[in-house]
Every structure is written in structure tokens, then in C-alpha cells.
């Protein structure tokens, strides 16, 4: 009887480290506008007096969504952005923009980059006060941290912005 009772005991442990799964697990990890992860605060802006941003540690991310929310008050209301990048957090780095391309005389590839930096713009559809939400898939950058700032332009109207972060790590 005893010796049924221990090979039953070493076949069921067999079975349950057979059955382990062994994948690592994607993980999470959330940033607010504010740089607060408690709080559903907005950020309340007026055209063409300021900015709001929102910064993550993006070292171990594959990529990131950027999810916001935007309240107009009266009419339609244009959003700007700008992605920047950091390996120290403290010297940031904009988002490269390609001018144009072209083949030299000696046969050389040329690329000319933009000097200015590289803007993203969102008209919303709404032109009542409401609330119009979107989605966004970031640029895969390698950096310690990235930042979004977002900025309401003049001839714009005053906007309520709420904006997350999810950075995503695939699992491995």
C-alpha cells in the first residue's frame, strides 16, 4: 500500500510540473498626464499660453499607447503634441524629421533632416462641448523615458485634456 501511495504522490507531481506553464507574462505599467497615477485629474488649456505633459520610463516597453481625452467647450478644438526621448531624464531629445531624400551627383543617398521639430495635430469632429476620445499607437523609440507635451494653438478653443500612457513589455 505504501509503495502505491508514494508512486501515486511522484506520478501527480509529474503531471503538475508537466502542465506548468513557463511564459512570462506581459505587464503593465501606467502614466497620467501630471505625471500622477492616482488621480483622473485633467488639465484644463487655454490657447497658446502653455503646455501639459506627460512622462514614462519607456526603457522596458515594446511599445506604448497614448490614450486621450479631450473636451472642447464650444467648438472644435485643436490638439498639438510632440513626442521627446531621454536616457538620463534630463536631456531631451526630439522626434527626428526626414525633409526629403535624394540621389548626389556621385551617386551617394543623401537625407536632409528638418530642423524644426516634428509636430502631430488633432482637429476633433465635435463642435459642441463634448468629450471626443482617441487612441494612439506611440513611436517605438529605445530611451530610458519618453514624454508627450501637448500644447492648444491660438485660433484654437479652451480645451480640457485628460491623457494616459500604457506601455506594454511582449512576453518573452
Do not use: C
Not at 513557463?22 to 487655454?46: C, Q, V, W
Not at 527626428?96 to 540621389?103: N, Q, R
Amino acid at each position: 500500500m505504501k509503495k502505491f501511495l508514494v508512486a501515486g504522490i511522484i506520478v501527480g507531481v509529474g503531471l503538475l510540473m508537466t502542465s506548468t506553464s513557463l511564459a512570462a507574462p506581459s505587464y503593465f505599467t501606467r502614466s497620467t498626464l501630471n505625471d500622477s497615477t492616482a488621480t483622473t485629474t485633467a488639465a484644463f488649456m487655454t490657447p497658446g499660453t502653455g503646455t501639459s505633459t506627460i512622462s514614462f520610463v519607456s526603457a522596458d516597453a515594446d511599445y506604448s499607447n497614448l490614450y486621450i481625452n479631450l473636451y472642447a467647450s464650444t467648438s472644435a478644438s485643436i490638439l498639438n503634441w510632440k513626442y521627446q526621448y531621454s536616457n538620463n531624464n534630463v536631456d531631451w531629445y526630439d522626434e527626428d524629421a526626414i525633409a526629403s531624400s535624394v540621389t548626389l551627383a556621385s551617386g551617394d543617398q543623401a537625407v536632409f533632416h528638418a530642423s524644426s521639430t516634428v509636430t502631430h495635430v488633432w482637429t476633433t469632429g465635435n463642435t459642441v462641448s463634448s468629450t471626443t476620445r482617441k487612441v494612439l499607437a506611440m513611436p517605438n523609440i529605445v530611451a530610458g523615458w519618453t514624454r508627450v507635451i501637448f500644447s492648444v494653438p491660438i485660433g484654437s478653443e479652451n480645451s480640457t485634456i485628460y491623457a494616459e500612457v500604457l506601455p506594454k513589455r511582449l512576453p518573452q
